[in-house]
């Protein structure tokens, strides 16, 4: 069996030449001022907007078809047809193991909540470092899991002394993946399982 040499094929170009790039800079802001993600991190990226729902990124080195036109590039980067931009699921599950703040570790019990997108009670030690509303990471044993919402409570109310969050992981997960809610989860005994 040959070595095959790889390098730049007739039919390829650039990626920078098969998009046009927008300036990222305040999607990048609020990945540093959030989420304490170093801008160097996105160095090696190419930012650009398919459509006017979102920013996607591509890896700089990449060559893309000369013809035709590829229909998909790289992946979503950030959501920014909504009152409040946010990052992507994607962007969160690529990027998020780098973040030093705004980062919640879960707990067993409430990674249901957040698949359903449901709101947690919050602890105070538990978001001490967190600066009013906005998004944190949800991460699960160290790794990024998805978005979430965070509203700081009101001090009001005992139920939640620390605040409130609501899961933003994609919806199709638990409809793609067969998650049931718990209320339509049948039981073992319908399943054939020995388990009681």
């Not at 650009?48 to 979102?54: A, E, I, L, V």
């Not at 060559?63 to 931009?85: Q, S």
């Not at 067993?108 to 698949?115: C, F, H, S």
Request: overall charge neutral; glycine content about 10%; proline content about 11%.
């Amino acid at each position: 069996m040959s070595a095959r040499v790889v390098g730049t094929a007739e039919g390829l170009r650039p990626v920078v030449q098969a998009v046009t790039e927008v300036d990222a800079s305040p999607y990048l802001d609020l990945m540093d001022r959030r989420f304490g993600i170093p801008l160097s991190t996105f160095d090696p990226y190419v930012f650009f907007q398919p459509n006017k729902d979102g920013v996607w990124i591509v890896n700089r080195d990449l060559e893309a078809p000369a013809r035709p036109d590829p229909h998909v590039l790289g992946m979503p980067f950030f959501r920014i047809d909504m009152r409040f931009p946010r990052p992507s699921t994607n962007a969160v599950l690529k990027f998020g193991h780098l973040a030093t703040r705004h980062v919640l570790e879960l707990k067993d019990p409430e990674i249901e909540a957040a698949l359903y997108r449901r709101s947690l009670s919050l602890d105070a030690d538990r978001v001490g470092g967190f600066e009013g509303n906005g998004y944190v990471i949800l991460s699960y044993r160290g790794r990024p899991l998805g978005l979430g919402y965070y509203r700081p409570g009101t001090g009001d109310d005992p139920r939640e002394p620390g605040g409130e969050l609501k899961g933003m992981c994609p919806k199709m997960w638990t409809s793609k993946l067969g998650l049931l809610p718990p209320a339509q989860r049948p039981l073992p005994w319908e399943t054939g399982s020995e388990e009681a």
